[in-house]
C-alpha cells in the first residue's frame, strides 16, 4: 500500500515547487507572516529629478540586446521585476544607492538608512542591503522565507541586545512596495561582504588553502557550527541548503564599505534603457582585503533560509532537499531525513573549502547530469557498504510519496524518491545494482588537502568521519564537532598570521 510523508514545503533550483500535504490529504504548509506595513508607490518613490545623485554625470549606456545579470536568468521576465533606480527612497527610509546582487526571483541593493540619522541625532551612517523580489516569486516562498527568518529572530534571543546569534543573518526589516503589476515583498539585511566562496580565495594557493591561512578557516568553521547549532537546538530548524553561497563574510571595517559608496558615486552604474524602466548593471567588488589581519575581522553568517524546514514539525521528511553534490544518502535513499542532514552537508562544505574541489565528484565533471547511482556508489567507495538497517528502512520506505508532485532534472513529475533520483539502487536482498561505478582503488587518505600538516592528519581524518556516517544518528551534533581535537588544534597559528 502507498504511504505518503509529511513533508514540509520544498523547492527545487527552478523554484517549481507548489503546496505539501500531510497524510490526510489536507493543505498542511502554515505560513506565520510578520506584520508588514504597505505604503502607495507615491509615498515611496521620490522624483528622480531631485534625488538622483548622478544627475550631472553621464551614464554608460549598455546594449540592450545583450542580457546582463538577472536578464540571463533562465525564465526572466522584467514584468515580474521591481526596477529601481539610485537615488530612490522607499518605505521612507531607504535611499538606494547601487545594486550589489540579484538572483532567479529578486535584486538587491545597498541603500542608506536615513533614520540613523533622524531628530537631529548624528551617528555613523548605517547601510543595509534590500533583497526586492520579484512579484510572482513562487506563491508564498518569499512569506515563507521571512516567516523562517522572524521565527530565528524572535525564537530565543541570544542575548538582551541582539535578537539572533551573530553567526545567523537574519532580516531587521520588510515592507511591501505595490504595483499595477503585483507587490513586491523587500526584506532588509545588514550589508555583508562577499560569500564563503570567494573568501576562501583569499585563503588558497592553486584553489587549496595555504597551511599557514588554515587556523583562519578552523575559527571560522567554529563559528559556522555555532549558529548551525543555535538554529537546531533553539530554533527546531533544519537549513538544508548548506554551501559556500549562502555562508556571507562581513566587512572587516565600516571604512570598507563607506569608502565603495563614495566611489560608485563619482562613477554612475552602466544601465539599459527600456522606455521608462532601467535594468542596472551589478556592482559588487569592494576591493581587497589590505592584510591578512583583517581576514580574522570578517566573520561568517548562515543565510538564505528560503528552504529550511520546521524541525518540530511530525515527519518523516522525505521530500528532495540539497544542492546534489551535498546530498545525505538517506535524502537519495528517501529513508528520512533530520538535522543531521545538516551535518552531512556540512562535512562536504569542509573539503570543499579546503581542497578547492568536491568530495564526491561524477567522472566528466559538471559536463554530466548529476547522477544519484554514481554519488552512491562513490559513497560507498569511501565510507564503505551501505548498513543493512538503512538498506531494510529503504525497502520499507521505498515508495512512499509526497504531493503535490516535484519535477526532477529529466522534467519528470515525481511523487517518490525513488522517481525522482532515478532508483531502485539496491535489489531486495540488499545487492547494489550499480556495483561496476563504485571506485575500487580510492584511497581517500592519500587526497588529504595540501594544508593538512601529517601530524594532524589522523585528526583531520577523524574529524570528516565523525559527520560522514552512513546512519543518522551516528552524526554528532554541531555542538560536539565545535570540541572537536583537530578544530581545536594550532591556534597559536594565529598570531603568526598577525605577523605574517
Known amino acids: 500500500m502507498l504511504r505518503c510523508a509529511t513533508c514540509r514545503p520544498i523547492r527545487s533550483s527552478t523554484r517549481s515547487l507548489g503546496r505539501v500535504y500531510n497524510q490526510d490529504g489536507l493543505f498542511g504548509r502554515r505560513i506565520i507572516r510578520p506584520p508588514v506595513q504597505i505604503f502607495s508607490r507615491s509615498f515611496i518613490l521620490t522624483?528622480?529629478?531631485?534625488?538622483?545623485?548622478?544627475?550631472?554625470?553621464r551614464i554608460d549606456s549598455l546594449p540592450l540586446d545583450v542580457p546582463i545579470d538577472e536578464e540571463k536568468v533562465s525564465g526572466y521576465r522584467w514584468q515580474t521585476y521591481y526596477h529601481p533606480n539610485p537615488?530612490?527612497?522607499?518605505?521612507?527610509?531607504?535611499?538606494?544607492?547601487?545594486?550589489?546582487?540579484?538572483?532567479?526571483?529578486?535584486?538587491?541593493?545597498?541603500?542608506?538608512?536615513?533614520?540613523?540619522?533622524?531628530?537631529?541625532?548624528?551617528?555613523?551612517?548605517?547601510y543595509v542591503a534590500i533583497k526586492i523580489n520579484a512579484n510572482n516569486y513562487e506563491g508564498d516562498d518569499s512569506w515563507h522565507e521571512l516567516s523562517m527568518s522572524h521565527h530565528i529572530a524572535t525564537s530565543k534571543?541570544?542575548?538582551?541586545?541582539?535578537?539572533?546569534?551573530?553567526?545567523?543573518?537574519?532580516?531587521?526589516?520588510?515592507?511591501?512596495?505595490?504595483?499595477?503589476?503585483?507587490?513586491?515583498?523587500?526584506?532588509?539585511?545588514?550589508?555583508?561582504?562577499?560569500?564563503?566562496w570567494m573568501f576562501q580565495r583569499r585563503l588558497s594557493d592553486n584553489g587549496s588553502v595555504t597551511q599557514n591561512c588554515l587556523p583562519?578557516?578552523?575559527?571560522?568553521?567554529?563559528?559556522?557550527?555555532?549558529?548551525?547549532?543555535?538554529?537546531?537546538?533553539?530554533?527546531?530548524?533544519?537549513?538544508?541548503?548548506?554551501?559556500?553561497?549562502?555562508?556571507l563574510m562581513t566587512f572587516e571595517d565600516h571604512s570598507v564599505l563607506e569608502t565603495f559608496v563614495q566611489a560608485q558615486a563619482g562613477?554612475?552604474?552602466?544601465?539599459?534603457?527600456?522606455?521608462?524602466?532601467?535594468?542596472?548593471?551589478?556592482?559588487?567588488?569592494?576591493?581587497?582585503?589590505?592584510?591578512?589581519?583583517?581576514?580574522?575581522?570578517?566573520?561568517?553568517?548562515?543565510a538564505d533560509f528560503g528552504l529550511a524546514q520546521d524541525g518540530s514539525q511530525p515527519g518523516p521528511f522525505i521530500n528532495p532537499i540539497q544542492p546534489d553534490?551535498?546530498?545525505?544518502?538517506?535524502?537519495?535513499?528517501?529513508?528520512?531525513?533530520?538535522?543531521?542532514?545538516?551535518?552531512?552537508?556540512?562535512?562536504?562544505?569542509?573539503?570543499?573549502?579546503?581542497?578547492?574541489?568536491?568530495?564526491?565528484?561524477?567522472?566528466?565533471?559538471?559536463?554530466?547530469?548529476?547522477?544519484?547511482?554514481?554519488?552512491?556508489?562513490?559513497?560507498?567507495?569511501?565510507?564503505?557498504?551501505?548498513?543493512?538497517?538503512?538498506?531494510?528502512?529503504?525497502?520499507?520506505?521505498?515508495?512512499?510519496?509526497?504531493?503535490?508532485e516535484v519535477v526532477n532534472a529529466e522534467g519528470q513529475h515525481c511523487d517518490n524518491v525513488v522517481d525522482y533520483y532515478g532508483g531502485p539502487f539496491f535489489s531486495d536482498d540488499g545487492t547494489f545494482l550499480y556495483g561496476d561505478l563504485v571506485p575500487r582503488t580510492r584511497r581517500w587518505e592519500d587526497e588529504?588537502?595540501?594544508?593538512?600538516?601529517?601530524?594532524?592528519?589522523?585528526?583531520?581524518?577523524?574529524?570528516?568521519?565523525?559527520?560522514?556516517?552512513?546512519?543518522?544518528?551516528?552524526?554528532?551534533?554541531?555542538?560536539?564537532?565545535?570540541?572537536?581535537?583537530?578544530?581545536?588544534?594550532?591556534?597559536?597559528?594565529?598570531?603568526?598570521?598577525?605577523?605574517?
Open 47 to 57: 522624483k528622480l529629478a531631485s534625488l538622483y545623485p548622478f544627475r550631472t554625470s
Open 87 to 126: 537615488g530612490e527612497i522607499l518605505y521612507g527610509r531607504y535611499k538606494l544607492k547601487v545594486k550589489i546582487g540579484y538572483g532567479s526571483s529578486s535584486t538587491v541593493w545597498l541603500a542608506l538608512d536615513l533614520a540613523s540619522n533622524d531628530q537631529g541625532v548624528t551617528r555613523p551612517k548605517k
Open 157 to 196: 534571543p541570544y542575548n538582551p541586545y541582539q535578537k539572533a546569534h551573530p553567526a545567523l543573518l537574519t532580516a531587521i526589516n520588510h515592507f511591501i512596495i505595490p504595483t499595477r503589476r503585483g507587490s513586491h515583498l523587500c526584506m532588509v539585511f545588514d550589508p555583508m561582504r562577499e560569500p564563503l
Open 216 to 247: 583562519i578557516l578552523k575559527r571560522h568553521l567554529r563559528t559556522i557550527l555555532g549558529g548551525l547549532d543555535y538554529l537546531h537546538s533553539e530554533c527546531k530548524i533544519i537549513h538544508t541548503d548548506l554551501k559556500t553561497d549562502n555562508i
Open 267 to 302: 562613477r554612475p552604474t552602466p544601465r539599459k534603457m527600456f522606455g521608462g524602466r532601467a535594468v542596472y548593471q551589478c556592482q559588487n567588488n569592494f576591493g581587497d582585503v589590505k592584510d591578512k589581519s583583517a581576514l580574522l575581522k570578517m566573520t561568517p553568517k548562515l
Open 325 to 404: 553534490r551535498y546530498h545525505a544518502p538517506e535524502v537519495l535513499l528517501g529513508t528520512g531525513w533530520s538535522y543531521s542532514a545538516d551535518i552531512w552537508n556540512f562535512a562536504i562544505l569542509v573539503w570543499d573549502l579546503l581542497t578547492g574541489r568536491t568530495l564526491f565528484l561524477d567522472p566528466g565533471g559538471e559536463s554530466q547530469p548529476y547522477s544519484a547511482a554514481r554519488h552512491l556508489s562513490e559513497m560507498i567507495g569511501i565510507l564503505g557498504p551501505v548498513p543493512s538497517a538503512l538498506l531494510k528502512q529503504e525497502r520499507e520506505m521505498r515508495y512512499w510519496r509526497w504531493m503535490p
Open 448 to 500: 588529504a588537502p595540501a594544508c593538512i600538516s601529517e601530524h594532524e592528519k589522523d585528526m583531520f581524518f577523524r574529524f570528516m568521519r565523525r559527520m560522514l556516517r552512513w546512519q543518522p544518528e551516528e552524526r554528532p551534533r554541531a555542538r560536539e564537532l565545535m570540541s572537536d581535537p583537530w578544530l581545536n588544534s594550532d591556534l597559536v597559528g594565529e598570531t603568526t598570521i598577525r605577523g605574517s
